[in-house]
């Protein structure tokens, strides 16, 4: 296996713990971990591979589903930034505006006003919690 394969692995590695743990708080030693690098050669070698550094994807994972969230969910914005992964409302709007150029409340009324009515929060949060009886349930 090639130097560059090889490296492309432990990259994919990294970036895939980022997509499955977005919402969590990550550092990038951690992820300089799972790809088995120090800090500095996992941050330019990310960089490199990727166009962006791990910092700067995981923060656009973040908004991302956060601009699915907005569209799609009845959550308020305090909600919604908490459900991404941000602890401070002023650093996730800061981070929104500068990702997509609106603000969440002004991306939030933009992707509605032609779209069906949201799905309540409580439902969502309803839908996507596991329960005993799904334990119980088989397929027809």
């Given amino acids: 296996m090639t130097a560059r394969v090889e490296a492309l692995g432990h990259l994919r590695r990294a970036k895939d713990e980022i997509d499955a743990r977005y919402a969590e708080s990550l550092d990038v030693d951690q992820l300089a971990k799972v790809a088995g ?19 700067a994807y995981l923060a656009r994972r973040r908004i991302e589903r956060a601009q699915d969230l907005l569209r799609s969910a009845n959550l308020t914005v305090t909600e919604v930034c908490l459900l991404v992964g941000y602890s401070s409302l002023g ?30 929060g409580c439902y969502l949060m309803m839908w996507t919690r596991p329960s005993a009886y799904e334990k119980d349930v088989t397929p027809g």
């Fill in 37 to 55: 690098w120090s800090r500095e050669h996992f941050t330019r070698t990310f960089a490199a591979a990727f166009g962006e550094t791990p910092g």
């Fill in 91 to 120: 650093t996730f709007s800061r981070r929104f505006t500068e990702i997509t150029g609106l603000s969440p409340t002004a991306y939030r009324a933009r992707s509605r006003r032609d779209a069906p009515p949201p799905i309540p």
